[in-house]
Nanobody, 116 residues
Framework: QVQLVESGGGLVQTGGSLRLSCAAS????????MFWYRQAPGNQRELVATITTGGNTNYADSVKGRFIISRDNAKNAVYLQMNSLEPDDTAVYYC??????????WGQGTQVTVSS
């Protein structure tokens, strides 16, 4: 049974930081490209950050320079360090495992709320 479990969300003031974690089980984690997405109320789900199996990273323009994605294959975990948070970062953040044909998995999401 595949599980992706996010944690670390919460309420933070503008300018603050949060670190999201996603723990994976039931998959060979190191084979998957890992993604963080987010979805704000009334908006489509958007890609925030990507980390490949080789550790290459990519970010949405809106978070470049503020967010850092990382992974620990020994712990089957991916992280999103979020700094200088803004109210527009408020959303449910989802962990996604992909990059393999026919295999894609999502976590249940964790709420991040940034107050102004």
């Amino acid at each position: 049974q595949v599980q992706l479990v996010e944690s670390g969300g919460g309420l933070v003031q503008t300018g603050g930081s949060l670190r999201l974690s996603c723990a994976a089980s039931g998959i060979t984690f190191s084979r998957y490209t890992m993604f963080w997405y987010r979805q704000a109320p009334g908006n489509q789900r958007e890609l925030v950050a990507t980390i490949t199996t080789g550790g290459n990273t990519n970010y949405a323009d809106s978070v470049k320079g503020r967010f850092i994605i990382s992974r620990d294959n020994a712990k089957n975990a991916v992280y999103l360090q979020m700094n200088s948070l803004e109210p527009d970062d408020t959303a449910v953040y989802y962990c996604h495992a992909g990059g393999l044909v026919g295999r894609a998995y999502w976590g249940q999401g964790t709420q991040v709320t940034v107050s102004s």
